[in-house]
């Protein structure tokens, strides 16, 4: 299988590199193939304007996604993001590694998606949840946390840890298609001994591996919906 993991950590000595880095050392090792983008060390540019793209559709008013649409048909992405694009189209399994910060990706990753995820290349025109581009392939997340699990449960003070991960898991990767896989968390990842450290990349190790036996996120597919975007009555 092809793995292509989106790693978001300034410090290459951080738990979520050491992630990112076994992950890569047990798929290769297992006959998988990895493609890595480190978005820091690469000096990623997460902020969207007129650089995204080589083409202008509307030099006088600029909309991204009328932008987007517009590169998609004369092939009028910057280089570096269609070369982000073309990882993506390449991967079976999707994987944002991250620290979980203020309840959601950080800003370099979600700029990342913000670029990447374009309207008319990657969702529009009826390519969305079930029917999107990436049907029938997975995404998951994998993060750290500063607190422990007791403090993202549903009577935890930061509240549930699904309710949190879902703008990301329904919102970005299930909206263009992908079968979302549960996530892996290390939880209070700065707290933990050498020991768990080592058992949390055996285990992290050993949910790769097994991606294809792992059931994804059940969310409602779109035939379960009427035509104003509300579940049907049951």
């Known amino acids: 299988m092809k793995f292509f993991i989106v790693h978001a950590h300034p410090e290459p000595q951080s738990f979520n590199s050491a ?20 978005l820091y060390a690469m000096q990623f540019n997460p902020v969207s304007d007129r650089s995204n793209f080589t083409s202008q559709k509307d030099p006088t008013y600029f909309k991204q996604q009328v932008e987007e649409m517009h590169a998609t048909e004369v092939d009028g992405f910057s280089a570096d993001i269609k070369a982000e694009m073309d ?7 999707l994987i944002f590694q991250f620290p979980l910060w203020w309840f959601g990706l950080p800003g370099i990753l ?8 374009a309207s008319g290349k ?3 025109g009826g390519k969305w949840y079930d029917n999107g581009v990436f049907a029938g392939r997975k995404a998951m997340l994998s993060l ?49 001994n050498d020991e768990r450290r080592k058992s949390y990349l055996a285990e992290y190790a050993e949910r790769l591996l097994t991606v294809k036996e792992t059931p994804a996120i059940a969310y409602p597919s779109l035939k379960d919906f009427n035509e104003n975007f509300q579940l049907k009555d049951s």
């Open 19 to 38: 992630l990112t880095n076994h992950a890569k050392q047990s798929l290769e090792t297992a006959g998988h193939e990895v493609q890595i983008s480190d």
């Open 87 to 93: 990882k993506l189209e390449w991967c079976d399994v």
């Open 110 to 117: 979600k700029g990342w998606v913000d670029k990447v995820f």
């Open 122 to 124: 990657i969702y529009g």
């Open 144 to 192: 750290t946390t500063g607190g422990p699990i007791t403090m993202y449960s549903e009577i935890g003070i930061n509240g549930d840890i699904h309710s949190i991960l879902y703008p990301i898991n329904h919102g970005i990767l299930r909206f263009v298609g992908f079968n979302v896989l549960p996530p892996f968390i290390v939880w209070s990842a700065t707290r933990i």
